[in-house]
């Protein structure tokens, strides 16, 4: 079975400080990996995702995340970080093996990330 | 906007009604998803449609029937349901279904159930 852990709840930064919303995972085979977010009363938008390839993976807003396939970690980060940027964060994963139902993507449970002006 | 469309963003049943929801994609994707977020709980699977035909049902209890008449549309048909099934809902889409495939996701349906 695949698993997801953001292990932290709930994430403050400053603004205009570096951010970081941590994952790690656990999954058979090749693991796919992606980021989503989530603002109030709206739905999951995409941010980035690893498939393979360079470890450093750049996305949507200004955000990064890298692949560290020996801690099994994908951890999300950002330079500057923005108020604007205070959403739910989810990491996710599925996996290239082919068990039944292993294409099906898994969710952590998210992180809120607020960002104090 | 992500061009994944639901209605209604917002529903209140009580537990002897029945109702529908609706999702909508205008992406051309061919695999359709529902799912279930309730608060500090990961998202649930609740069922996949590849090309119109279900592929997934996760153990989603029978007061939940979906329908996918075509590849753009999709309905989640509610009976009967309970209060512990009050929680945000979910479509999302994508291009084929695959581990590689990014989803796109509604803005989803608030359902409350009385």
């Known amino acids: 079975a695949q698993s997801v852990a953001q292990p932290e709840d709930q994430v403050n930064v400053a603004e205009g400080n570096p951010l970081t919303v941590k994952c790690t995972y656990s999954v058979s085979g090749n693991p796919y990996l992606f980021w989503y977010v989530q603002y109030p009363n709206r739905g999951l938008q995409f941010l980035l995702k690893?498939?393979?390839?360079?470890?450093l993976v750049k996305g949507s807003y200004g955000f990064e995340a890298e692949f560290n396939k020996s801690q099994t970690s994908f951890h999300l980060k950002k330079p500057s970080a923005l108020v604007s940027d205070s959403a739910l964060y989810f990491c996710a994963v599925s996996s290239a093996y082919s068990g039944a139902g292993s294409y099906q993507l898994t969710f952590g449970k998210g992180t809120k990330l607020s960002v104090i002006p | 906007e992500t061009g994944v469309t639901q209605t209604p963003r917002h529903l209140v049943m009580g537990m002897t009604n029945k109702k529908s929801l609706k999702c909508e994609q205008h992406l051309g994707h061919n695999a359709m998803y529902w799912y279930k977020q309730s608060a500090k709980k990961p998202l649930e699977l609740m069922f996949v449609?590849?090309?119109?035909?279900?592929?997934e049902n996760n153990s989603v209890p029978s007061r939940f029937s979906p329908e996918c008449p075509n590849s753009s549309h999709l309905f989640l048909h509610l009976h009967t349901l309970q209060p512990e099934d009050s929680a945000l809902y979910l479509c999302?889409?994508?291009?084929?279904?695959?581990?590689?495939?990014?989803?796109?996701f509604g803005p989803g349906t608030r359902l409350l159930v009385l």
């Open positions: 690893y498939i393979t390839g360079d470890n």
């Open positions: 449609y590849n090309f119109k035909e279900q592929t």
């Open positions: 999302a889409s994508s291009p084929r279904m695959g581990r590689q495939e990014t989803q796109y």
